[in-house]
Nanobody, 124 residues
Framework: QVRMVESGGGLVQPGGSLRLSCAAS????????MRWYRQAPGQDPGQERE???????????NYADSVKGRFTISRDNAKSTVYLQMNSLKPQDTAVYYC??????????????WGQGTQVTVSS
C-alpha cells in the first residue's frame, strides 16, 4: 500500500559525489522516521543491512560512524521524499542502498516499507 521508489545511484570515481532520492507514495496519513541502509557486495544475505542514516519527521538525524561528515540525510515532507547526499565517496561505500520508512496509513494501520534498492559503485 506504500511504494518507495529510489533513484540517483550509479558509478562514481573515488572522491566524487552522488545524491540519492526516495519518494514514498500511497495511502499515507503520516510519515515518520525515514532511513537509508546499505548492503555491500559479497555480504552474507543473512547479515543485517548496515544503517547508514536516519531522519525523523522533525528533522533530527543520526549517522553511521563510517559516513559522518561525508553523507547528509534530508527530507521534503511536502513531497514525502528523503535524500542522501554522499560526498567524498570511497570504494568501501560501494553497495546497494535501500530506503525505508515507517508511518501510519489513512486506514490508521502502521506501515514499514522498503525501496527496491539502488546500486552505488565507487571505482576508478
Amino acid at each position: 500500500q506504500v511504494r518507495m521508489v529510489e533513484s540517483g545511484g550509479g558509478l562514481v570515481q573515488p572522491g566524487g559525489s552522488l545524491r540519492l532520492s526516495c519518494a514514498a507514495s500511497g495511502s499515507i496519513l503520516s510519515l515518520n522516521t525515514m532511513r537509508w541502509y546499505r548492503q555491500a557486495p559479497g555480504q552474507d544475505p543473512g547479515q543485517e543491512r548496515e544503517l547508514v542514516a536516519a531522519i525523523t519527521s522533525g528533522g533530527s538525524t543520526n549517522y553511521a560512524d563510517s559516513v559522518k561528515g561525508r553523507f547528509t540525510i534530508s527530507r521534503d515532507n511536502a513531497k514525502s521524499t528523503v535524500y542522501l547526499q554522499m560526498n567524498s565517496l570511497k570504494p568501501q561505500d560501494t553497495a546497494v542502498y535501500y530506503c525505508q520508512a515507517e508511518g501510519i496509513l489513512r486506514s490508521d494501520y502502521p506501515f514499514d516499507s522498503w525501496g527496491q534498492g539502488t546500486q552505488v559503485t565507487v571505482s576508478s
